[in-house]
């Protein structure tokens, strides 16, 4: 099953359920295609907290000149870093350089700490599309990337929240920058898998039902340019798609 988060033409934010076939989402009786301009479609989760992961495909780290880490490599980005699809994400002005970096995202059911592995995907809701937007400029000159990874809009997410059965164990990740693929992978090459990020980042952190992990992303990470459209395709999720305004 799939769900999305939309504000309907009297301005209420609902849920509903969305079907693929259609391209439609469901709620109240009534339907609504999903780039119908009477409504505004929303990040899937309302999190709040992006945990992310660095380094978690071998071949990106290879391509940063970076090591494999040997334990997840963790880092935030607050509720502000959300954009959704079809959003127009400005980044900050005068840097050099502004990477996309496609991912696989995890929203979490319910609040929990301390879960095992085994036990993980219990606390799963589904699955979605996230574009970490990394500016490199700053996150190459300081250790918390604030700047680098926190900025208004560098957390595109959705365009819908699949339920984990919707997801192969091995689903694609592609990034396709005006049309062209960029980003070619897939979830059964991740380090660390699911359950064990969740393991670890339960163990010091509460997440809350809404929070996002956000996966990491494979090689062939780039740099954006004013007026890029840019498309995240996982399989069973759909395509998260955002255009880009570099001021």
């Not at 002005?93 to 996309?100: A, L, P, T, Y």
């Amino acid at each position: 099953m799939h769900h999305a988060r939309f504000r309907d033409p009297a301005g209420s934010i609902r849920e509903g359920t969305y079907d693929p076939e259609s391209d439609a989402v469901a709620f109240g009786g009534e339907e609504y295609a999903l780039d119908d301009p009477a409504i505004d479609v929303l990040p899937p989760a309302d999190p709040t907290k992006i945990v992310c992961i660095g380094r978690n495909y071998a071949d990106h780290a290879a391509e940063l000149g970076n090591d494999v880490p040997d334990r997840p490599l963790l880092f935030l980005k607050p509720p502000n870093a959300l954009a959704g699809h079809g959003d127009t994400v400005t980044v900050p002005e005068g840097k050099d350089r502004i990477d996309w970096e496609a991912e696989l995202a995890v929203v979490i059911g319910e609040q929990c700490k301390a879960v095992d592995a085994d036990d993980a995907m219990d606390v799963v809701a589904g699955f979605t599309c996230m574009n970490d937007v990394s500016n490199r400029d700053d996150q190459n000159r300081e250790q918390n990337w604030v700047r680098g990874k926190a900025f208004d809009n560098a957390a595109p997410l959705g365009p819908v929240m699949a339920t984990p059965d919707e997801v192969p164990a091995d689903a694609s990740v592609e990034l396709r920058v005006n049309g062209e693929t960029k980003q070619s992978s897939d979830r059964g090459h991740l380090i660390f898998d699911v359950p064990t990020l969740i393991e670890e980042i339960t163990t010091y952190l509460t997440l809350e039902a809404g929070d996002v992990i956000a996966t990491g992303t494979p090689e062939g990470v780039g740099a954006l340019s004013d007026g890029d459209t840019v498309e995240v395709d996982i399989e069973g999720v759909g395509a998260l798609e955002h255009d880009v305004r570099i001021p």
